[in-house]
């Protein structure tokens, strides 16, 4: 198993969604207010539905912890469904029209069932508040050694903000993101954004978008290119498509690199003493085409990762589909769901992305407690910065 894992277990309408964290070094104060904000910010955003205002996502943390400190053992961390209905087959009742787009009809056939309920309630994109959950401990992990995430919405329905984020301005787009009712850190695409999903609201459609995270301060190395299973990028595009109604990942630049010859593709390598200090050496790149990511290894440079969330499948105006009892033709039924996800689904892809990242630092420098993790990350950047200065070493003849 991973030095660093977890679990998550629920479904829509039952009773609670959890997530079991291991491999947490003891001594990490787990933040249950940090992880609060983070579920709080994954039911925000414009184009959301009924759901999120009956739900007031708050973690319970019954495993891992003495005075909010970690001990060393999996972390529990529970959130309650305030709509949980799920034994109730008068409120929950059986789906025998399967939505195009959803998992309904590939889970049926897979348990051999005309009912699509069961399968629908863990397909259901309620399991990503865990997963949230778990990458806001991975956060606080990530702080600790100065690294820090920033995931915001690049585009909705066409609609992108063309900007560009830094170290330098991340900061002040955070807060500029979380004024914005879509998640993006521009005013005048935000408005435009909410314009597109309002008019998708009005056609009963749904709506995608472009969600967008980057790493800061992440030291070269983390990850590995021995193993095709230890790459940085290999774990983080699994874990980003994993998320629910994501059908594209992309590290830096993604598919533009097909397009264009190599010497506008690849990152200059430059080096400033002046820069030594930071995470990154003193290593410098003009561009991040390969968003922070070369084979497999973290380069020093900030990691991006973006990812294309396709529209919701449940429409209020139904799609044509079949009747599993019948075989006849039916249109879908309507379940409660939202307009637009994009701005949810740019917490959760940061998340996840956060928890890959503390996974490979684990798995670099495997640790019991913080202390050691940061006197083995310390020591390893102590080492590093050395390098550009150390005479070239003999070579056999």
């Known amino acids: 198993m991973p030095a660093l894992h977890y679990l998550t277990s629920g479904e829509s309408h039952g009773k609670a969604v959890t997530a079991i964290v291991s491999g947490v070094p003891a001594g990490l104060t787990v933040d249950a207010g940090f992880i609060d904000e983070q579920l709080r910010r994954r039911q925000g955003g414009y184009g959301r539905g009924a ?42 009742p059986p789906i025998h029209v399967p ?23 863990r397909a259901s994109a309620r399991e990503t508040a865990p997963r949230v959950a778990a990458g806001a401990v991975a956060r606080l992990l990530l702080r600790e050694l100065g690294i820090q995430t920033f995931g915001f919405v690049r585009a909705i329905g066409g609609r992108e903000w063309p900007g560009k984020v830094s170290e330098e301005n991340h900061s002040s787009l955070s807060a ?32 995608g978008g472009i969600v967008e ?4 301060n992440c030291p070269p190395g983390i990850g590995s290119t021995m193993d095709w299973r230890d790459r940085l990028d290999s774990k983080l595009a699994a874990a980003v ?7 594209c990942v992309e590290i830096g630049l993604g598919k533009e690199v097909a397009s264009r010859p190599g010497s506008q593709v690849h ?9 030594i200090d930071t995470h990154s050496l ?6 991040n085409n390969a968003g922070g990511i070369e084979g497999g290894m973290s380069n020093g440079a900030p990691i991006v990762v973006r990812a294309a969330m396709k529209p919701i499948s449940t429409l209020l105006r139904g799609m044509p589909s079949v009747d599993l009892t019948s075989g006849t033709a039916a249109p879908s039924a309507y379940e409660r769901s939202d307009i637009c996800a994009v701005p949810a689904a740019s917490v959760v892809v ?5 928890f890959e990242v503390a996974r490979a630092l684990l798995e670099k420098f495997p640790s019991d407690t913080m202390d050691e993790l940061r006197n083995s990350f310390d020591a390893f950047l102590r080492v590093a910065r050395a390098l550009p200065l150390s005479p070239p070493r003999a070579t056999l003849a």
């Open 213 to 216: 995270t980057h790493v800061f």
């Open 267 to 275: 990152d200059p390598i430059e080096w400033d003493r002046d820069r």
């Open 241 to 247: 498509m994993g998320v629910q109604a994501i059908k």
């Open 99 to 121: 939505r195009p787009g959803h998992a309904d009809l590939a889970g049926a056939v897979k348990y051999l069932s005309t009912d699509c309920r069961p399968v629908l309630e």
């Open 350 to 354: 940061e998340h996840v992305v956060a």
């Open 51 to 92: 759901r999120q205002r009956i739900e007031s996502d708050r973690v319970e943390i019954l495993s891992g912890i003495r005075g909010q400190v970690a001990i060393g053992s999996p972390i529990t961390l529970v959130i309650h469904n305030a709509d949980a209905r799920l034994d109730d087959q008068q409120r929950t």
């Open 282 to 287: 003193g290593f410098t790149r003009p561009t």
């Open 176 to 207: 500029a993101r979380d004024a914005s009712e879509t998640y993006c850190p521009d005013t005048a695409a935000t408005s435009e954004q909410v314009d597109i999903i309002r008019q998708a609201k009005v056609d009963k459609d749904t709506i």
